[in-house]
């Protein structure tokens, strides 16, 4: 990953509202996710400080044997109809007041992004869903951060996947650090 690609990942992530320190080489995965000190996802990552997300694309293209293409991503059916249906139920009770329930985002919190369309695939494109997981997990609801169980989390990912016409498989998206590494979100293929 080339410094400028990096720069722009910090950004969007800073854009965003995460706090992630400043040094040059900042943008470590442990920084990344370390929103708050006593986050109880915090036990859910078991990764070395130093492990930077270059290092894990890089680990990524080499399990691959560098197709890009060989990696398992969202379009490939990644969670199911029924878990997107129990997201959209979370979702409207904990996330439309600020989000809006249309995801247009900019509801009473100024500033909540949309959470459908071309901003919410650009925020998290070529990215693993771990670090969504991992972002709504620890940052939201606004209100009462840290509140939602990993269950609720990848179900209320279900149906942002789903609102965003990306196709629904035949098992659901499983609430694990591990499992939402190994899938990643990128653009229509």
Not at 28 to 51: N, P
Not at 81 to 93: D, H, L, N, P, V
Not at 97 to 114: F, Q
Request: hydrophobic content about 35%.
């Amino acid at each position: 990953m080339n410094a400028s690609r990096l720069f722009v990942c910090l950004a969007i992530v800073m854009a965003a509202g995460v706090q992630t320190g400043v040094r040059l080489k900042a943008t470590t995965y442990e920084t990344l996710v370390r929103l708050k000190a006593d986050t109880t996802y915090e036990s859910l990552v078991r990764l070395k400080a130093d492990t930077t997300y270059e290092t894990l694309v890089r680990q990524k293209v080499d399990e691959t044997g560098g197709d890009q293409n060989a990696r398992k991503t969202v379009w490939d059916g990644v969670y199911t109809s029924q878990q997107a249906e129990r997201g959209a139920q979370i979702y409207k009770k904990s996330c439309g007041h600020c989000h809006r329930d249309d995801l247009t985002g900019g509801g009473s919190e100024a500033g909540a992004p949309a959470l459908k369309g071309p901003i919410f695939i650009f925020r998290w494109n070529d990215q693993p869903l771990s670090e969504m997981f991992l972002t709504i997990g620890t940052t939201m609801p606004q209100n009462a951060p840290d509140t939602l169980t990993p269950q609720t989390v990848a179900d209320v990912i279900a149906f942002l996947l789903q609102s965003n016409d990306i196709p629904a498989g035949r098992t659901d998206l499983e609430p694990t650090i591990e499992s939402l590494e190994q899938t990643w979100m990128i653009d229509k293929p």
